[in-house]
């Protein structure tokens, strides 16, 4: 059999996921003997709910070698070191997810957290962010960039921008690599009658182009993986009901802070990521318990700052296609699934797909078993992720409405239910390697959210009292000598990445 390479790469769609393959595939696979065409069409909106982010992107932006201020500066990008979750067990009630690991590492084979469930079971401070240096920068709105050292573990951070700027920085970045984009709506496409293989698309003016192999960024259209393969959608709305967003920006009325707040509200949650210069703002929740009007009345009510823009409806399912990768057609974004950006996942599962697509990249006919092996990857990963997002709506005691009566009585997944039963009884959920929460992000949430683990790993219990007691100040001390030495989060960013359109302090 005659193995011949790819040679023109089609990128159905722009936006955010378009331009995140453009270019890493530009980045990595060049442009000398391939030929990778984006269309997209003016006529036709992104979603851009994507704004926050999670550490992993700062890997995809490194492989494209871009400089961080001069990134953060062009996108009118924040900091971001975790979440600040706001009356999700009770109303009154707040907890933050960091990024990073709490504490540090303590010779034993156990995680930091068996050692602190143990002081704090014999009276130690229950207040497990004490020992997170992000959750307490971010406490005190303060930022630097630290590395480990030999106490403590590097400070993790991520970045909050603005996502129709992210793609037009890549756009910039994809077409200096020699990606061409093609401006036009797509009508139609091509498959050849016997291998089922697409061979073209065609667009409203009659223009056809050609490709070996297509990427569907075209979002919740879906125009190729569901157009010409007909994949099946697999609907989770039963376990994450919101089906609604609106979102709205504001003026910045204070210093950005260097997390996201994420609070509860009647029927969903609310978001708030402060860039640079505006603030971004929405409401996700599900229709069934509120209007559209009604929740686009009550965002435009709780804004900090005036709004700059007119509410703008989202609305989408929760869950994804049955397959990502058919034949010579890869979805990618929402194309190929949609899990609300409770915890900043959107951008994440871009960047993932498209790095499994180089890491299992095929020649012009494709082996079933690559399509297989990404396709069973990509799954493990949406599970994975939607598990751990369900978890914030069922650990609750919050049944004051009727969406939070429904969500904390919901059935859940049986692989959400084991972890549960797993923490509840020593505070662990069994992370498995590849998977993108590890447990110390499991311990934030479920602990933040009222479940309070019974024990812990019986390896905890070789270390002496007062080695532990000795331990633990040691760890916290270091934790706060380190944070003292952060300048604010404004100070930082004005000092290095202020990007022209912040207001002048």
Known sequence: MTVEPIRNIVIVGGGTAGWMAAAILGKSLGTKDLTITLIESAEIGTVGVGEATIPPIMQFNSILGINEDEFVRETNATFKLGIDFVDWRN???????????????????????????????????????????????????????????????????????????????????????????????????????????????????????????????????????????GVAFDDWSHWLPNNRAVAVPCELVEDPTPFTRSTAREAGWQWRIPLQHRTGNGYAFCDSYITEDEAARLLLERLDGTALADPKILRFTAGKRRVGWVKNCLAIGLSSGFLEPLESTSIHLIQVGLMKLLELFPHRTVNPVLIDHYNREMDRLYDHIRDFIIAHYKVTDREDTPFWKYCRNMDIPDSLAAKLTLFEERGEVHWLPGDLFAETSWFAVLYGQGITPRSYHPVADTMADDHLQLTMTRIRNAIDQRVATLPSHAAFIQSCCASQSAPTP
């Open 91 to 229: 109303v009154g009630t707040r907890y933050f997810h960091p990024f990073g690991m709490f504490g540090a590492a303590i010779t034993g084979g156990v995680t930091f957290m068996n050692y602190w469930l143990r002081w704090m079971q014999a009276g130690g401070d229950p207040d497990c962010s004490r020992f997170s240096a992000e959750a307490q920068a971010a406490h005190g709105l303060k930022f630097g960039r630290a590395a480990a050292d030999r106490q403590l573990p590097r400070i993790n951070y991520a970045y909050q921008f603005d996502a129709a700027t992210y793609a037009a920085y890549l756009r910039g970045y994809s077409e200096r690599q020699g990606v061409v984009r093609r401006e036009g709506r797509i009508v139609d496409f091509e498959q050849n009658a016997e291998s089922g293989y697409i061979e073209a698309v065609k667009l409203a003016d009659g223009t056809r182009i050609l490709g070996d192999f297509f990427i569907d960024c075209s979002g919740f259209r879906s125009l190729l993986i569901d157009g010409a393969f």
